[in-house]
T-cell receptor, first 118, second 114 residues
Framework: GAGVSQSPSNKVTEKGKDVELRCDPI?????LYWYRQSLGQGLEFLIY????????KSGLPSDRFSAERTGGSVSTLTIQRTQQEDSAVYLC????????????????FGAGTRLSVL | AQSVSQHNHHVILSEAASLELGCNYS??????LFWYVQYPGQHLQLLLK??????LVKGIKGFEAEFIKSKFSFNLRKPSVQWSDTAEYFC????????????FGTGTRLTIIP
């Protein structure tokens, strides 16, 4: 597709259950980011993948959160034993890598997955 | 660590009014600066960006922003707003190297009254 695709668009789950959120980046984009948008917290960085490099996991709020990126394309964010405070919109973004040293990139966002933990 | 402050949480204006949304950042190095917009029910879209050069940057839909390095500010402006500008506006910053994570402000909700 033309843009970043995320699924599902909405997810309702019960506290304690595991959930998986999917992101399909723009074709050819090697950089992929996950962010979380919650009331009162704004947009927070979670994790970043770039090609085959080790991901930057510095934004993951707890060890219940994990993400993987298979084949350098699709990414899955997994939240284990969900808690009510995990309720938020989870956004995925992708970007082209800079072609030259010092060049910049622009992140393009998907529509997000709205997660509600009851 | 980087941080971004947007002091206006909710702004209400009449059509044709002028707009200025504040954005201040905190970071010791060189940064890239962005404004993203989220229209109701839609995804985040890039409005404009500053990487280097002319500190006055122009974006889509008549928006512009000015980078004032001495004030660590990147305020968003539009001389005459329209009802269709009703949206949430986010200022963001990342470090000036490589593919870096964005640090966002908490956003400003803009409501335009017809």
């Amino acid at each position: 597709g033309a843009g970043v695709s995320q699924s599902p668009s909405n997810k309702v789950t019960e506290k304690g259950k595991d959930v998986e959120l999917r992101c399909d980046p723009i074709s050819g984009h090697t950089a992929l980011y996950w962010y979380r948008q919650s009331l009162g917290q704004g947009l927070e960085f979670l994790i970043y993948f770039q090609g085959n490099s080790a991901p930057d996991k510095s934004g993951l709020p707890s060890d219940r959160f994990s993400a993987e990126r298979t084949g350098g394309s699709v990414s899955t964010l997994t939240i284990q034993r969900t808690q009510q405070e995990d309720s938020a919109v989870y956004l995925c973004a992708s970007a082209n890598p800079p072609l030259l040293p010092g060049a910049k990139n622009i992140q393009y966002f998907g529509a997000g997955t709205r997660l509600s933990v009851l | 660590a980087q941080s971004v402050s947007q002091h206006n949480h909710h702004v209400i204006l009449s059509e044709a009014a002028s707009l200025e949304l504040g954005c201040n950042y905190s970071y010791g190095g060189t940064v890239n600066l962005f404004w993203y917009v989220q229209y109701p029910g839609q995804h985040l879209q890039l409005l404009l960006k500053y990487f280097s050069g002319d500190p006055l940057v122009k974006g889509i839909k008549g928006f512009e922003a000015e980078f004032i390095k001495s004030k660590f500010s990147f305020n968003l402006r539009k001389p005459s707003v329209q009802w269709s500008d009703t949206a949430e506006y986010f200022c963001a910053v990342n470090a000036n190297f490589g593919n870096e994570k964005l640090t966002f402000g908490t956003g400003t909700r803009l409501t335009i009254i017809p």
